[in-house]
């Protein structure tokens, strides 16, 4: 059983910083890119930032200069780190994995944490 375990969230001050950690664990073979998404109060789900195994990195346009995305050595955990953060950056963040398993490569999600960011 793979699982994608995430943590860090909470709530900040406008301006203030959090850092979101995914951790993967399971009978995995490798992992390919593994990314953030959030889902805003009446929004759709969007992709905040990507990384590929070679840690080509892509960021959407409203986090660009304020986000990092990152992997370990090891490639199965991912960080987001999240600076000057802003309102609108609130919502429910998930973890997203494309992981190759026993049966072939296959999207994996995290639980969600919760990233308020209110004065």
């Known amino acids: 059983q793979v699982q994608l375990v995430e943590s860090g969230g909470g709530l900040v001050q406008p301006g203030g910083s959090l850092r979101l950690s995914c951790a993967a664990s399971?009978?995995?073979?490798?992992?390919?890119?593994m990314g953030w998404y959030r889902h805003a109060p009446g929004k759709q789900r969007e992709l905040v930032a990507a990384?590929?195994?070679?840690?080509?990195?892509n960021y959407a346009d409203s986090v660009k200069g304020r986000f990092t995305i990152s992997r370990d050595n090891t490639g199965n955990t991912v960080y987001l780190q999240m600076n000057s953060l802003k309102p609108e950056d609130t919502g429910v963040y998930y973890c997203?994995?494309?992981?190759?398993?026993?049966?072939?490569?296959?999207?994996?999600w995290g639980q969600g944490t919760q990233v308020t960011v209110s004065s």
């Open positions: 997203n994995a494309r992981i190759v398993v026993v049966a072939g490569p296959s999207g994996y």
């Open positions: 399971g009978f995995i073979f490798s992992i390919n890119h």
């Open positions: 990384i590929t195994p070679g840690h080509t990195t």
